[in-house]
């Protein structure tokens, strides 16, 4: 095998691997937009020394039923999120926030996140106005 092909193989595989390890999209550390099995579930997870779902925030189902998220965004005070049913993009789009919270990688523990939601888009707007929540600019 020439230099080139090696080469060529290598930038290959060096490409396949970084795709396998960048499922995880960062919204803000230590949230992500990430799913387990199937792609279509995509849901806000809090990842430490592992990954789980956000408390009181409804998760898509591996299965592929439930809502996932379509966007998400955060700042400083707060983590926000829209969701739609998977399969069901028509329908209308359901948003939830949350502050947040001290030493939010250690787990829910003793100080779980306060879900606000499910709010529609003009609830969503008043809320967004009111508390400077961010934009949700964010999708996986």
Request: include cysteine; glycine fraction near 8%.
């Amino acid at each position: 095998m020439n230099l080139y092909s090696r080469l060529t193989l290598t930038l290959i595989a060096a490409t396949l691997l970084s795709a396998c390890q960048q499922r995880r999209v960062e919204v803000s550390d230590p949230y992500y937009l990430d799913y387990i099995e199937n792609p279509r579930a995509i849901a806000l997870r809090r990842c430490g020394e592992g990954c789980s779902a956000v408390e009181g925030l409804p998760s898509a189902n591996i299965d592929g039923t439930g809502p996932y998220v379509v966007a998400a965004g955060a700042n400083k005070q707060f983590i926000a999120v829209e969701q739609k049913p998977i399969g069901r993009d028509d329908e209308a789009s359901t948003y939830y926030y949350f502050a947040r919270i001290p030493n939010e990688t250690f787990g829910w523990g003793n100080n779980p996140e306060k879900i606000i939601g499910p709010l529609d888009k003009s609830q969503f707007a008043i809320a967004k106005k009111r508390l400077a929540l961010p934009d949700l600019t964010i999708q996986y």
